[in-house]
């Protein structure tokens, strides 16, 4: 009851053909021709060979048990083993959809950000542009303000001057014309007050009078004093219009740079806001990427794991199944095999087969002739005996190659060497007495 035959043995048929119990009735006849050239003492050949098939029995069913114990450890191990590794795999599936959704999120994530960096870089940019602009425009509005300033400064100095000039009793033309030609060089002054200046200076030269009396011999005196007036209230008004234009200019002017320092403010907080918030969303990509690459080689790790440990429980499936298929087969045979010992054992327990071997059997105890012919007895049932145990393990031989049975071979083994041997000698001292 082994797991290995000989070379080109294989196992014994069914005992449930009609060869299977040909072959029991011929092995028992062997079994009776062998025992009806044996001496019979108190224990006979056909007990021996009973004796024999049943510790056979015996020895079957104990190895049939223990290769079953054996096999249920098997078993066990085959069920913790897919148990274990089925667990493993559903926890790696479960860590890899885990770790693939992750990096799924990490990936938006990332794609987010770098959308929000792009878009901030090009607000910076755009704002940076805004400031050089608005800073270039201020610059020039600041130049064309000092600029006009000093023209209208110097534009009033002139006119207080002339103004000044005029309005004396003891100021002489020269020096009046003198003022009156500064504020016509001037180009703040509109041009039809630059005419009447001129006008104004083109008109005859007049001595001052030394006595008011003179004036009415002297009625030039008179006019100049008159147009003189016209002048001045001219000047005044020029005055007063630059003063005005002035001031609202100044204003102006305080409140472009007010609003320009206010822009720029705003531009400068917005650049440094972004250029902060791309500091940090970039730290944040970075780190996000990162964790994103330690996640995928952590997911590439687990489905290479999970590979393994589900080529693994592949190759223990096909072993404890293939194991599973040889055992049902072992132990199939090993019955099969156990119910053709004890069909054996029947038939040879059989009144039949029984009788017939008591009845070719020869009784020593009949025996009538003297000592010659005890020994001639003896030497003819020896060489009868042994040829007829030959035949009976030839047979049995025989028998278990044609139906590739091991049991009948280690029966063809026991029987020409085990039972024999102790009839051989329980004959022997019978003739011995």
Known sequence: ???????????????????????????????????????????????????????????????????????????????DQKRIKTEEIAEGTEKIEMLAAKIEKAAAEIASLTDRIEELDEDVGRWEKDTKAATEVREKEAADY???????????????????VLKKKSANLPQAQEALLQVS????????????????????????????????????AHGYEFQSGGVVDMLEKLKDQFAKQKYDMDREELTAKNAYEMMAQQLADNIENAKHEISKKTALRAQTQEAKADMEG?????????????????????LCTQKTED?????????EELDAIRQAIDIISSNAVSGS??????????????AASLAQLRSGAQAEQILIQSKVAGFLA??????????????????AADPFVKVKKMIKDLISQ
Request: with cysteine.
């Open 1 to 79: 009851l082994g797991n290995s035959l000989p070379s080109g043995w294989s196992r014994a048929p069914l005992l449930g053909t009609p060869s299977a119990m040909k072959f029991v009735v011929r092995s028992g006849a062997a079994l009776l021709g062998l025992l009806g050239v044996a001496e019979c003492a108190a224990v006979t050949p056909i007990a021996k060979v009973l004796e024999l098939m049943k510790e056979m029995e015996a020895k079957g069913v104990a190895e049939k048990e223990a290769e079953a114990v054996r096999f249920s450890a098997f078993d066990q191990w085959c069920s």
């Open 146 to 164: 000092m600029a006009t300033s000093v023209d209208f400064g110097e534009s009033l100095d002139a006119l207080d001057g002339a103004i000044l």
């Open 185 to 220: 060089s001037l180009k703040m002054v509109p041009e039809s007050s630059k005419k009447a200046l001129l006008a104004f200076l083109q008109q005859p030269a007049v001595e001052e009078m030394p006595d008011e009396m003179l004036s009415y011999e002297a009625p030039e």
């Open 298 to 318: 952590e997911k590439a790790q687990t489905e290479a794991d999970r590979a393994e440990d589900q080529k693994y429980l592949d190759e223990t499936t096909a």
């Open 327 to 335: 055992f049902n087969s072992r132990q199939k045979l090993r019955s």
């Open 357 to 370: 071997g008591e009845k070719h059997l020869p009784q020593l105890l009949q025996v009538r002739k003297g």
């Open 398 to 415: 025989d028998q278990a190659k044609r139906y590739s049975s091991r049991v009948l071979l280690l029966a063809s083994q026991r029987v």
